[in-house]
């Protein structure tokens, strides 16, 4: 009698999508002997069962196909997804070691706040801003433009 497992995938931990992860896979478990083919050096097997997977939309379908197909098979539990909730903050929190203990915080002594001043004339004159003063207009720089003479070339006279 062949074999089978039924079971639900887990999701691939190399990408964080839960993708092909909602239906259920049936695999046969027969041993497979493999051996290297003489011609190319691939490793061969005597049978392709080891390549089929079937999938299913529920656990009574896979079920139903075996019995069917008269396979002894073992069901896998499907593994629940646990969710740790967490926010960024818990990213930076300091959390002591286990053995360490965590240290109480000490009650400071409260200090009076001093006495407030009441304002007086001057600082009510300091809170105001400063007036502004007129703008006047500055005329743009005047660039001169010096202008290039061409190069003489030096000619020699020919004797």
Do not use: H
């Not at 009574?60 to 019995?67: E, F, G, H, L």
């Not at 720089?141 to 020699?156: D, L, S, Y």
Request: aromatic fraction near 6%; glycine fraction near 4%.
């Amino acid at each position: 009698m062949i074999k089978a497992k039924i079971y639900k995938p887990a999701k691939n931990t190399m990408q964080s999508g839960r993708g092909k992860t909602q239906k259920w896979l049936l695999e046969y478990n027969t041993p497979i002997s493999r051996s290297p083919e003489s011609l190319m050096g691939w490793t061969s097997a005597d049978s392709t069962m080891g390549q089929v997977r079937l999938r299913f939309d529920s656990l009574d379908d896979a079920k139903a196909y075996a019995d069917k197909e008269g396979l002894a098979y073992i069901i896998s539990p499907d593994q629940d997804r646990k969710i740790k909730p967490r926010n960024y903050v818990d990213n930076f929190k300091y959390e002591p070691p286990a053995g360490e203990k965590k240290e109480e915080p000490k009650e400071e002594k409260t200090k009076k706040a001093p006495a407030k001043k009441k304002p007086s004339a001057k600082d009510k004159d300091a809170d105001k801003p400063a007036p502004k003063k007129a703008a006047t207009k500055k005329s743009p720089a005047k660039k001169t433009a010096a202008k290039k003479t061409p190069a003489k070339k030096a000619t020699k006279d020919k004797e």
